[in-house]
């Protein structure tokens, strides 16, 4: 065992730093946070190639004497607590005391801050040296410019990601921070280009107003209860209305962004009844929550808290949604299994004809929504193959046989390995069917979603989908495949555009399918009639390699017959 040795301060420096600052957005984040810290009421940033050239955070707040302006960069030096109590009710964003030390490390760095009057001054860092401190007259504020972050950390700058892809990180943080923050005016820029400035308003719903429009208001209803000292307000998705994915789900603990799982599994079960079965609630709330009841000092980035009493904060998120439905006092409860109410012709003809294929080889029959399975249905029928439905178990599987043994299938896992062998067959002609939007769709984009769309869109384009600008945040769906529902089509368009944005898809087509056929494909907890089931079975036994869905899940389970003899002990013959 080699001896053990004490790192240098140099070395433990930049693995402290590590921990808080990962990429571009980690700093945007600390540095708008001091920010907010310092009441500012504009807070304007400005990033070149993504936040890896430079990052800019002007704020109008307090500023610093230059004093403190010297002191902020030493490790773990912090004007907002004093004492080990106060780590108990911390009202502040940041309260740490290393975001700059750890930021300065890392890059070089320029901090300008004044107190306001004639007073200022300008502090030079680069990585861990001071380089120069001047005095400069300034406006109250502070500006602290981050450039070349890592340049002396080769190792981090190798994870980093294209400058639209990291850009688009800081858009998505800030959309959501200024949503918490929305009487404070907030700006970002790229380079020469602006990418959103909303000026301070009143309320949350103007603020929603301003990023993303007037299509996500409508949609919203909103929410507001108290209960034993927590209150819960925002806007959650008024039912039926919902979207097919929950990147739309932003949940504040005391005004601070976080991924909660309490918060969301209420959310989620709260709407669990108000909307079908593949639709998920869209949501801002906001709890606020005891200082003393909540800890935020579990994660070093603080995007996560824990909470004393988990239960109640389950309760009080769960019990706000119940309640603002109430107030809505228009829920329509939407059972599965109904045919939508503006079903295309398309439609009606599968539903009138489920199991076909009427004539195109990309149909969806399945998702025809064919007739409730009805009792007294004829007993399976042989399939080619030799493989004969049974029934169907738990809404979710198909219980087939043949000569060789027995067949749970997953049904939703089969039905898009099933469509997804015929959207790769349509992708390889590059042909795909596409239908022409005769009203076109429109729908209003966050930042970070104009990024992905505008880096992805030639991949968006060969499979189906055209959108074009239609002003401001503003898009319009002009085209999308055939094989879509007009109402369907904006719901699918944006969850494979939130796919992207989670970078699982790597500007691949086949993925970008995968996705498309998992969103298209009957879902577990749909009743199947038998003629479905027959269909999706007989598709399923002509592939190839009928067992691995395109995302490499299992799609079947399978008993031997000769296993089964095996264990009931029963002679093979
Ligand atoms: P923390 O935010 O956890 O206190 P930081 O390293 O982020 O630690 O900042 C250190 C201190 O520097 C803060 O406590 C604050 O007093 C001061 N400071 C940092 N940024 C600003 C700013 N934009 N305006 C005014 N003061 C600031
Ligand atoms: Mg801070």
């Not at 945007?28 to 050239?53: F, I, P, T």
């Not at 209420?266 to 200082?291: D, I, S, T, V």
């Not at 939130?498 to 995968?514: M, N, S, V």
Request: glycine content about 8%.
């Amino acid at each position: 065992m080699p001896k053990i040795a004490l790192l240098s301060p140099e070395v433990s420096r930049k693995i402290a730093a590590g921990e808080v600052i990962e990429r571009p957005f980690s700093v945007v984040k600390e540095l708008v946070e001091n920010s907010l810290d310092a009441g500012a009421s504009s807070v304007r940033v400005e990033l070149a190639a993504g936040g890896k050239g430079v990052i800019r955070v002007r704020d109008d707040g307090c500023g610093m004497s230059r004093e403190d302006a010297l002191l902020a960069f030493e490790r773990h030096s912090t004007s907002k607590i004093r004492e080990e109590a106060d780590l108990e009710r911390i009202a502040t964003m940041g309260f740490r005391g290393e975001a700059l030390a750890s930021i300065g490390a890392v890059s070089r760095l320029t901090l300008r801050t004044s107190e306001g009057g004639e007073g200022g001054v300008e502090i030079e860092r680069e990585g861990d040296r001071l380089a120069a401190v001047r005095d400069a007259g300034l406006p109250r504020g502070t500006t602290v410019e981050v450039r070349d972050l890592f340049f002396n950390l080769p190792a981090r700058l190798k994870f980093l990601k294209s400058d639209s892809s990291e850009l688009s990180q800081s858009a998505k943080w800030l959309t959501s921070i200024a949503c918490a923050f929305f009487e404070v005016a907030f700006s970002l820029s790229h380079g020469p280009r602006q990418l959103f400035s909303w000026p301070g308003v009143r309320t949350l719903k103007e603020r929603l107003y301003q990023v993303y429009g007037k299509d996500l208001v409508d949609r919203l209803m909103e929410a507001d209860y108290a209960e034993g000292g927590s209150r819960v307000f925002g806007f959650a998705s008024r039912p039926p209305s919902g979207r097919a994915d929950k990147s739309q789900q932003f949940f504040y603990v005391n005004r601070r962004p976080v991924k909660d799982r309490i918060m969301q599994a209420a959310l989620n079960q709260a709407f669990r009844p108000l909307l079908e079965k593949n639709q998920c609630a869209e949501a801002f709330l906001f709890l606020e929550h005891p200082l003393g009841e909540v800890d935020v000092n579990v994660h070093p980035a603080k995007s996560e808290v824990r909470f004393r009493d988990s239960q109640a904060v389950f309760r009080v998120v769960q019990r706000s949604i119940d309640k603002a439905v109430l107030d809505e006092g228009t829920v329509k409860v939407v059972p599965f299994g109904q045919p939508p109410e503006t079903a295309s012709p398309r439609a009606a003809v599968e539903d009138a004809r489920p199991g076909q294929l009427i004539g195109d080889p990309y149909a969806r029959p399945l998702a025809g929504r064919g007739p409730a399975p009805a009792a007294g249905e004829r007993p399976g029928v042989s399939q080619p193959g030799g493989v004969r439905v049974l029934g169907q178990y738990l809404a979710m599987y198909i219980v087939a046989s043949s000569e060789d043994g027995i067949f749970v299938i997953d049904q939703h896992n089969a039905h898009e390995k099933v469509l997804f062998e015929k959207y790769k067959e349509i992708g390889r002609d590059k042909l795909w069917p596409r239908k022409l939007a005769l009203i076109p769709i429109l729908f209003d984009l966050p930042p970070s979603d104009v990024l992905s769309l505008e880096e992805n869109r030639d991949l968006l384009a060969a499979s189906g989908f055209r959108v074009e600008e239609a002003g401001g945040r503003t898009y319009a769906l002009k085209e999308y495949p055939d094989i879509l529902r007009d109402e369907e089509a904006q719901n699918i368009f944006l969850s494979l555009l939130a796919e992207i944005k989670r970078e699982k898809l790597d500007g691949r087509q086949d993925k970008l399918l995968a996705t498309l056929a998992c969103k298209t494909a009957v879902k577990a907890g749909e009743p199947l009639s038998r003629p479905q089931m027959e269909h999706l079975v007989e598709e399923l036994f002509r592939l190839p390699r009928p067992g691995l869905c395109p995302h490499g899940r299992p799609v079947l389970l399978r008993m031997d017959r000769g296993q089964i003899d095996k264990s009931l002990r029963r002679p093979s013959n």
